[in-house]
């Protein structure tokens, strides 16, 4: 999947008029999509860091669930644990400092200008429709820039490092 279709795919998710996923579930599942990962249709581990965790406004959803996929690929593509750690940890502090030079921040209070954790809170950031464009396109942002990344040279670290290449 390329950039363009994990962002199409995310809008279908996201955009939902139910709502039934954030942007953490949503980045979660289509990066495991893209990354041909098991259960992508599985947003489980994802769904309680919407909001910046539990809507408390911390780092943005889009970005914690991106990190849980990219966690995810890297223990399947390297074997070494260690390894595996330090090249998923490079990839989302790429991804991090990205998206804080084109947002400003990373944390969903900083991005949002509001407090979202309680039910009214969060029921009239619902009702304000602003996750439709400013969420939605933070979303597509990490999506697009990770969806193509089984492909990326970082993976080279690890066989550069002696140890065995990537799954």
Known sequence: MN???AVARARTLF????HPYGCAETAFMVLKEAFGLPAPTDPSAAMTLNGGVAHSGGICGAISGSALAVGLLAGRRIEDHALAKR???????RLLDDFAQKYGAVDC???LGREIRTPEQHQAFLDSGVWRRSCMAQVAH???SLAELPDDPI???ATAAGHPRPR
């Open 3 to 5: 950039g363009d279709e």
């Open 15 to 18: 955009l939902d008029d139910s």
């Open 87 to 93: 090249t998923a940890s490079e990839i989302v502090s």
């Open 109 to 111: 209070h900083a991005l």
């Open 142 to 144: 990490v999506v697009h």
């Open 155 to 157: 993976w080279d670290h």
